[in-house]
Antibody
Framework: EVQLQESGPGLVKPSQSLSLTCSVT????????WGWIRKFPGNKMEWMGY???????SYNPSLKSRISITRDTSKNQFFLQLNSVTTEDTATYYC??????????????WGQGVMVTVSS | DVLMTQTPVSLPVSLGGQVSISCRSS???????????LHWYLQKPGQSPQLLIY???NRFSGVPDRFSGSGSGTDFTLKISRVEPEDLGVYYC?????????FGSGTKLEIK
């Protein structure tokens, strides 16, 4: 069974970078796509971006200048870096597998999420 | 960006009852490949979102047939019949036809 687990600091200072890791077990990240989604206080959900099986990336234009998604295939992990954070980046961050192909294009397996607070 | 408008925001329901959640998009969700990439998720309290319905009306593995999806173009509905306690939580629609992917604002299903 595919399992995803986010990890990273729960508190980040404004103007610093937020860095999270998603560890995947039961499936290789060299197949399919792997994404980051965040949920703000109050239920709003935002797709942030994803990385493909080949390492190519796609980002939400609202974040494009601040976001980077990378991976380490040897560890079967992928990573999120969000630069110059503000209090508006306070959210619960989820990683998820994105099935992309004819007749697909959805997130099926999700991690349990990690809450990140941006505060001085 | 495609705006996804979900109604209602909150939905009180009696156990055993039936409810419908609406999701409307600001533009058609029919992809150039002919498919409509509109999906439904449930986020139960303290859990991550789980996929219920993909491509409008297809139940994901293990999802009971009490859940059904319908719609086309810009207007979609999730129907839940014989509501059980495990169905409570926040429901989201997601469109992945257009870039960037966008979610609905959520509908909280709660006990009346």
């Amino acid at each position: 069974e595919v399992q995803l687990q986010e990890s990273g600091p729960g508190l980040v200072k404004p103007s610093q970078s937020l860095s999270l890791t998603c560890s995947v077990t039961g499936y290789s990240i060299t197949s399919n796509y792997w994404g980051w989604i965040r949920k703000f206080p109050g239920n709003k959900m935002e797709w942030m971006g994803y990385i493909s099986y080949s390492g190519s990336t796609s980002y939400n234009p609202s974040l494009k200048s601040r976001i980077s998604i990378t991976r380490d295939t040897s560890k079967n992990q992928f990573f999120l870096q969000l630069n110059s954070v503000t209090t508006e980046d306070t959210a619960t961050y989820y990683c998820a597998r994105y099935i992309r192909g004819y007749n697909s294009h959805y997130f099926d397996y999700w991690g349990q999420g990690v809450m990140v607070t941006v505060s001085s | 960006d495609v705006l996804m408008t979900q109604t209602p925001v909150s939905l009180p329901v009696s156990l055993g009852g039936q409810v419908s959640i609406s999701c409307r998009s600001s533009q058609s969700l029919v992809h150039s490949d002919g498919n409509t990439y509109l999906h439904w998720y449930l986020q139960k309290p303290g859990q991550s979102p789980q996929l219920l319905i993909y491509r409008v009306s297809n139940r994901f593995s293990g999802v009971p047939d009490r859940f059904s999806g319908s719609g086309s173009g810009t207007d979609f509905t999730l129907k839940i019949s014989r509501v059980e306690p495990e169905d409570l939580g926040v429901y989201y629609c997601l469109q992945s036809t257009h870039f960037p992917l966008t979610f609905g604002s959520g509908t909280k299903l709660e006990i009346k």
